[in-house]
């Protein structure tokens, strides 16, 4: 299996420029999730979704937009980039479970907006 | 605010040493501690959680201690050994919410041969 994939691996964006990161998982997982990473900071939640026609806002919305059409895609949109949008974007899928299950991360998408 | 608090930043141990990297936390409903593990161009991997019922679960060379009435938790990496130099990070979420975890802000561990 190929767990979560996402594409691109690298982007350079111009600011005002908009972009999709893809976001595919193959393990029929219910749950997914984008996250961004910045030095010092940690991951910080964007968006989620608990299933295909359902999302919902994170930590940091702002400026980002998803959707969840499949239970197998999560794309997420940047609108109009700006230089603060400048990170590491990771996206995970999280099956249903009694309990807690573990969330499984894709290799990121280094984004830079000049 | 941040809601799980990380420490060190960074940590440097010899080969054979003791990591031990702490967390705490400020939200009580938080019922679900995971530590992440993340190499360089990598996305993090889980490596070892714990739920607040349990004071300390240990996987291999790995241990998580849990304090709840003080809401910090630790993580212990007995025997260090260079292939664990990575960056950890700490998480928790609420009951039955791991899609929606909030991470501490990470330690960039470096384990010298």
């Known amino acids: 299996n190929a767990g979560v994939t996402q594409t691109p691996k690298f982007q350079v964006l111009k600011t005002g420029q908009s972009m999709t990161l893809q976001c595919a998982q193959d393990m029929n997982h219910e749950y997914m999730s984008w996250y961004r990473q910045d030095p010092g900071m940690g991951l910080r939640l964007i968006h989620y979704s608990v299933g295909a026609g359902i999302t919902d806002q994170g930590e940091v919305p702002n400026g980002y937009n998803v959707s969840r059409s499949t239970t197998e895609d999560f794309p997420l949109r940047l609108l109009s980039a700006a230089p603060s949008q400048t990170s590491v974007y990771f996206c995970?899928?999280?099956?249903?479970?009694?309990?807690?299950?573990?969330?499984?991360f894709g290799q990121g998408t280094r984004l830079t907006v000049v | 605010q941040q809601q799980v608090k990380q420490s060190p930043q960074s940590l440097i141990v010899q080969k054979g040493g003791i990591s031990i990297i702490n967390c705490a936390y400020e939200?009580?409903?938080?019922?679900?501690f995971p530590w992440y593990q993340q190499f360089p161009g990598k996305g993090p991997a889980l490596l070892i959680a714990i739920r607040p019922d349990v004071s300390e679960k240990k996987e291999g060379r790995f241990t998580i201690s849990f304090n709840k009435s003080a809401k910090q938790f630790s993580l212990h990496i007995m025997d260090s050994q260079p292939g664990d130099s990575a960056t950890y990070f700490c998480?928790?979420?609420?009951?039955?919410?791991?899609?929606?975890?909030?991470f501490g802000s990470g330690t960039r561990l470096l384990v010298r041969p």
């Open positions: 939200n009580t409903a938080f019922d679900y």
């Open positions: 995970a899928s999280t099956p249903r479970g009694r309990q807690n299950t573990e969330a499984f």
């Open positions: 998480a928790a979420s609420p009951m039955d919410s791991s899609y929606k975890l909030i």
